[in-house]
């Protein structure tokens, strides 16, 4: 779609990632990219007791601070890292594990089921060091619950 290029969402659904590095991920399907859209889920997803979120420097994310540590990675001037702080790992999983299903296995989605399909991806990727039976049995474990 003509200027739609990166942040646009004029043909794109945005989706927020959230991941604790060595645990797992969660995503959630938003209907745009406001503060006010992105702080609730936020919230209720990350700890009070969190030390610290790390994201980019999209403005949506500019109330953070007031709960948490805040530190951001300025991607605009090429600052993808300072030591430990970073986004690549929610980056990653959204291009290896989102991005490349969505292009190839499941080529044409509903924009009304994105969000089972990221409830897919959270999934297998929260469960990514089980072998297949074993994410089966975790599988059908959260179905009996």
């Not at 043909?11 to 503060?35: A, E, F």
């Not at 986004?87 to 190839?104: D, H, P, Q, W």
Request: glycine fraction near 6%; proline fraction near 1%.
């Amino acid at each position: 779609m003509k200027n739609s290029q990166g942040r646009s969402f004029k043909d794109k659904t945005p989706v927020l990632g959230i991941l604790q590095r060595g645990t797992g991920v969660i995503c959630k399907v938003l209907k745009d990219t406001t503060s006010k859209s992105l702080n609730a889920p936020i919230l209720r997803a990350v700890s009070k007791h969190a030390k610290a979120v790390y994201s980019d420097e999209w403005s949506g994310y500019k109330t953070i601070h007031k709960v948490f540590n805040h530190y951001v990675v300025d991607h605009g001037r090429k600052i993808y890292a300072v030591g430990d702080i970073h986004t690549n790992t929610i980056e990653a999983f959204l291009s290896n594990y989102c991005k490349r299903a969505l292009m190839g296995t499941y080529s044409k989605v509903a924009k009304k089921h994105l969000q089972l399909y990221f409830d897919e991806f959270s999934f297998r990727y929260n469960n990514r060091r089980y072998n297949g039976v074993n994410r089966f049995e975790v599988a059908m474990c959260q179905c009996l619950v």
